[in-house]
Every structure is written in structure tokens, then in C-alpha cells.
């Protein structure tokens, strides 16, 4: 089974619009992230959390907000949508111990037109 | 903050080479390394972890080499076969928890 899901898995958006990528995780990890991946930047975090309630800025948090209303449940928002949003989205899930790696779910891309 | 560079970009390697790919990173503090593998329309799959009081682990055909002098973290894949044709990206975590990764590399295993 799936430890991590995302949805939906693609979606296309119009600019200006709302976007909610949403992500749940099974592992009861505490540490849940948001990533983009696009050509020529790998991944970069925009937004991760501790638990249920916690949200912390990454790197290029810049026009996206993101909720963790419960342990399982990562959301990532896109208040209005710019086409320079158009990329894939990963959610992760850590287990907060320092030395733990991270479980990926499999991508959410988002087209803005 | 930790930065981390992932050479080569690109690389093609005949059935049964051997294929290398390298991160360098910056912070010294760095104590753990990890290597992932992302096929064509999915996730990021951990191959192997690493921690820096490790200079070297091999699993199932994949060698890691940790150099903590030059911080430089390798990746060889030995014997490669098509299946192993995908994107590998080096991550390093400064012990706070949050993962930094490299640009990736796109290898090619050719029948």
C-alpha cells in the first residue's frame, strides 16, 4: 500500500484561479513537506511542517500557503495561480528524527494556462 | 546554507558498465547522505542512506563512497542494466531534519 498519496495528479489550472494540492501520508510520520521539481533546479521546498497545526516556510514559499490540519494531511495552496507555477509538486513524509529519510508520494503536475 | 552540486547531468553507459555520478556539498556539519531514484511519472525511491561515520556501503549491485575531506558523496552503480535507466538525485540533511538535493542525473543504460 501507498504510504503516500497525493491528489489529484494532474490538473490544470487557469491564472488567478485557487489550487489545492493535497497530500496524505500512512507512515504517522510528524515531518511532512511540500517540493516542486522543475529542468535544471531539482527539487526545492516550499513549505514543510512538524505536526498537526505547524507550517514553516522552505526555501521559495513565495505565493503558496499550506495547512496541516491533522497528522495525516498536507495541503498546498495556490491563492492565485501564475503560470510560473506550472510544474510538478511532491509531497514527502519524514519521521522527524534527525537522521531519517524522507517518503515521496508520486507527483502532482500542475499545468497554469 | 548547505548547497550541493550533482555532476553529470547526463549520462549514457553501455549494458554491464559501470556508471559513477558525484555531489559535492559544503557544510562540513553534514551527517547524513542519501541516493534516490525517480523513474519516468513517479516519486522519489530511496536507494540507500548513508551517515558520515560510514566511508563506504555497498548493497545489491550500488557503492556509496563518502569522502568527508573533500565533501564529495559518489554513487556507482556496477554492472548496469536498462532497468536501471532513470533520474538519481544525491540528498544531504544538516541533521535538522530538512533535505537538500542535487539537480539529479539522467542515466541511460543502452542494450
Known amino acids: 500500500e501507498a504510504a503516500v498519496t497525493q491528489s489529484p495528479r494532474n490538473k490544470v489550472a487557469v491564472t488567478g484561479g485557487k489550487v489545492t494540492l493535497s497530500c496524505n501520508q500512512t507512515?504517522?510520520?510528524?515531518?511532512m513537506y511540500w517540493y516542486r521539481q522543475d529542468t535544471g533546479h531539482g527539487l526545492r521546498l516550499i513549505h514543510y511542517s512538524y505536526g498537526a497545526g505547524s507550517t514553516e516556510k522552505g526555501d521559495i514559499p513565495d505565493g503558496y500557503k499550506a495547512s496541516r490540519p491533522s497528522q495525516e494531511n498536507f495541503s498546498l495552496i495556490l491563492e492565485l495561480a501564475t503560470p510560473s507555477q506550472t510544474s510538478v509538486y511532491f509531497c514527502a513524509s519524514g519521521a522527524g528524527i534527525n537522521y531519517a529519510e524522507q517518503f515521496f508520494g508520486p507527483g502532482t503536475r500542475l499545468t497554469v494556462l | 546554507g548547505e548547497q550541493v552540486e550533482q555532476r553529470p547531468p547526463h549520462l549514457s553507459v553501455p549494458e554491464g558498465d559501470s556508471a559513477v555520478i558525484i555531489c559535492t556539498y559544503t557544510d562540513s556539519a553534514t551527517a547524513y547522505f542519501y541516493w534516490y531514484k525517480q523513474e519516468p511519472g513517479a516519486g522519489l525511491q530511496l536507494l540507500m542512506s548513508?551517515?558520515?561515520?560510514?566511508d563506504r556501503k555497498e548493497e545489491q549491485g550500488l557503492t556509496v563512497l563518502l569522502n568527508k575531506k573533500d565533501k564529495q558523496l559518489s554513487l556507482n552503480l556496477t554492472a548496469a542494466h536498462p532497468g536501471d535507466s532513470a533520474v538519481y538525485f544525491c540528498a544531504v540533511n544538516p541533521g535538522y531534519q530538512n533535505f537538500y538535493f542535487g539537480k539529479g542525473t539522467s542515466l541511460t543504460v543502452i542494450p
Open positions: 548513508v551517515f558520515s561515520n560510514v
Open positions: 507512515n504517522n510520520h510528524n515531518n
